[in-house]
């Protein structure tokens, strides 16, 4: 009889307990799930209303950037990683608003500052969003690879000897995701598949007499393009052929025709099988500017975006409404030959040399966003990431010293980033050992002067 009254006893006091649990868990920890998506969670996954029993990790639903969960265990240990719906789908128990005592669990702690449920902000590239669920808040973030990386460039710094060169953190680079530096800073499709048709040119000359050092702005003073910059624009592509062709035009006409060509007129005109400001070919370019030619930037001004263009194909400088140019003999557009391929470093030296700045075309790693002084190689740090191409403009060469090794060689080279970036715009990259590709995509052109 004794036994039996224990028995009972102990089912009316676990019942009891039962009911204040769930009392508890409704009344004074009552998860808050406003401005989550509304679901299904737990409904999506069991729909005969049963939750998986004990602890099951892949008992679970995506929410946001995270996992929630719906076994009955969720309840027990970890109830702020409940799903919204766990509570009404596995125990039909439909919560109620919390009462304003209750806000204090709905605030994020995070890095040392307070955010309100709901609240959002961002860290580097990422956007954070700041949740409640059951008794705890947590801050949600996105996951994204930012351009200017602070791992990233810790490890650059320490390595800066190593490498030659020196890292820095550009501000209005921060803030960006790496995919968005690799489509709107850079901008230069496929080489390979563009390029690579290009018969190269073989000139007859002495690679015993080049010189050790050559830089184009020293020997052309007057004639040799500054440096632009193509803000959140992909138009590498644009601005590097542009520029190209202006200092041919300027070099081979001995400076009658000394012209700023306009990148904007290829990014607004040349758009058969080109994406302007998200990338462009370099040999469809080349084609554009040999068949219909380019206006100066004056008339035909930088925006650095997809415009809708507003001179005929075929037209004069006259009837596109620019002023008369330098040379009075010059009616048409500026118009150059066809492109021809470099094919080694001695080439492209010689070119130069003999003809002006060349263009070519680089693949960009993540590193090389950050770089400020020295003569780049490329670091393994960021091999794994996604990387992509970038059209510029070889001025010339040289050699430097390097802590106690032998004499580095290396390519002079000008960015379309603006002169805050790198050497007032300019970098160096080392040279002979097709270093990041750029021996591999060089081009020249030959300027049709009056």
């Known amino acids: 009889m004794q036994s039996i009254y224990n028995y009972s006893n102990m089912r009316y006091y676990l019942s009891l307990f039962i009911v204040v649990h769930f009392c508890a868990i409704a009344i004074y920890a009552i998860p808050n799930y406003a401005g989550l998506p509304p679901g299904p969670y737990c409904a999506s996954r069991f729909n005969n209303g049963k939750c998986c029993p004990g602890r099951h990790d892949d008992c679970s639903a995506p929410i946001l950037q995270t996992t929630c969960y719906c076994d ?7 109830e702020e990683d409940c799903c919204p719906d766990y509570w009404s789908h596995c125990h039909g ?10 806000e204090e669990f709905r605030r994020c702690t995070f890095r040392g500052k307070y955010y309100n449920h709901g609240q959002t902000f961002k860290l580097n590239c990422n956007v954070c969003k700041c949740s409640s669920i059951g008794q705890r808040a947590d801050v949600l973030c996105e996951e994204n690879r930012c351009l200017i990386d602070q791992d990233l460039l810790s490890s650059l710094y320490l390595e800066s000897e190593r490498l030659g060169w020196t890292a820095t953190n550009y501000s209005d680079l921060w803030g960006r995701t790496l995919d968005e530096g690799i489509k709107l800073k850079l901008g230069t499709l496929d080489p390979a598949k563009s390029i690579h048709n290009m018969n190269p040119v073989r000139r007859i000359y002495d690679p015993e007499a080049l010189p050790r ?11 040799i393009s500054g440096v632009k910059d193509q803000g959140w624009c992909g138009a590498s592509w644009a601005i590097s052929t542009a520029d190209v062709a202006s200092d041919r035009f300027a070099l081979m006409s001995k400076g009658s025709e000394d012209v700023d060509l306009s990148p904007q007129h290829l990014i607004s005109c040349n758009v058969r099988g080109q994406l302007g400001c998200s990338g462009g070919y370099l040999d469809r370019a080349w084609h554009f500017v040999r068949k219909f030619g380019l206006v100066d930037e ?8 997809n415009d809708k263009c507003k001179l005929r194909r075929k037209t004069n400088l006259e009837n596109a409404g620019c002023r008369a140019p330098k040379n009075p003999l010059r009616t048409e557009l500026y118009k150059v030959g066809p492109a021809y391929r470099l094919g080694n470093e001695t080439d492209i030296m010689q070119e130069i040399l003999t003809s002006g700045p060349v263009q070519a075309t680089m693949r960009v790693y993540q590193d090389f966003f950050t770089y400020q002084s020295g003569i780049y190689k490329h670091s393994t740090l960021t091999a794994n990431y996604p990387s992509g191409y970038h059209s510029v403009r070889i001025l010339g060469w040289g050699e430097e010293l390097q802590g106690n090794y032998q004499p580095t060689k290396y390519w002079l080279v000008a960015n379309s980033w603006g002169r805050n970036w ?11 050992t097709n270093e990041c590709e750029i021996e591999t995509y060089v081009l020249g052109i ?3 002067t009056m």
Do not use: H, M, Q
């Open 213 to 223: 050092e050559f830089d184009s702005r020293s020997r052309w003073p007057r004639d």
């Open 446 to 448: 030959w300027a049709k």
């Open 93 to 102: 128990i439909t919560l109620t608003t919390p009462s304003p005592d209750f």
């Open 298 to 305: 004056e008339c035909y001004p930088w925006s650095g975006k």
């Open 72 to 78: 009955e265990f969720c309840n027990r240990t970890r």
């Open 422 to 432: 790198g050497e007032n715009g300019l970098f160096k990259i080392v040279k002979g």
